[in-house]
């Protein structure tokens, strides 16, 4: 099973079950009452959108959850992933990857292979990848990790079904 992360279960709204979803998803609209959400990896604990809310901030939303009727079992889920499964995703549109698929990605440049994506972190500027360094030559200058901006003067291509990141160029500090 294959779970894709939408957003984490904040704090409780109201006495009725209501919940704050701080989004880590760019397709909001996308989540839809009835729809099936897990809040375990695993797919094995779920909970059913009732209603949606906006929930003041762009990147938050208010749900009720079916199975959550009062703030006290609301308040249980906090901090919580809230994931969607795989087939339940929005489609996106060729050429397009989901930044939860970058972690993994080996790293390229000028077709030496650098290393590999450890974690992409949503900054307020731009995605940031940060790189286990593979390559001996590289690892001996600068040590085991690096960060490079995910932007258009670093990278150069990336291809998620293969798991490759082609990078323009390597950061001034290399």
């Known amino acids: 099973m294959s779970l894709r992360i939408i957003g984490i279960i904040g704090k409780p709204h109201g006495v009725k ?3 704050t979803l701080r989004l880590y998803t760019d397709y909001p609209k996308s989540i839809k009452e009835g729809e099936i959400l897990s809040v375990s990896k695993t797919g094995s604990k779920t909970l059913t959108v009732g209603s949606i ?3 003041g901030r762009s990147d938050c939303l208010l749900v009720k959850f079916l199975e959550l009727d009062s703030r006290d079992a609301a308040e249980s889920y906090r901090g919580c ?3 969607r499964l795989d087939q339940h995703k929005h489609q996106l549109d060729p050429g397009s990857y989901w930044a939860d698929d970058l972690p993994g990605c080996k790293i390229y440049f000028k077709k030496k292979y650098v290393g590999m994506v450890a974690e992409a972190w949503d900054m307020p500027a731009n995605y940031v990848l940060s790189v286990d360094i593979d390559n001996e030559d590289l690892q001996k200058k600068l040590g085991g990790n690096i960060l490079i901006p995910f932007t258009e003067t670093y ?8 798991g490759i990141i082609t990078l323009k160029l390597l950061p001034e500090y290399i």
Do not use: H
């Open 53 to 55: 809310k906006a929930g």
């Open 155 to 162: 990278i150069d291509e990336v291809d998620s079904n293969r």
């Open 17 to 19: 079950g209501y919940i």
């Open 81 to 83: 992933p809230l994931y």
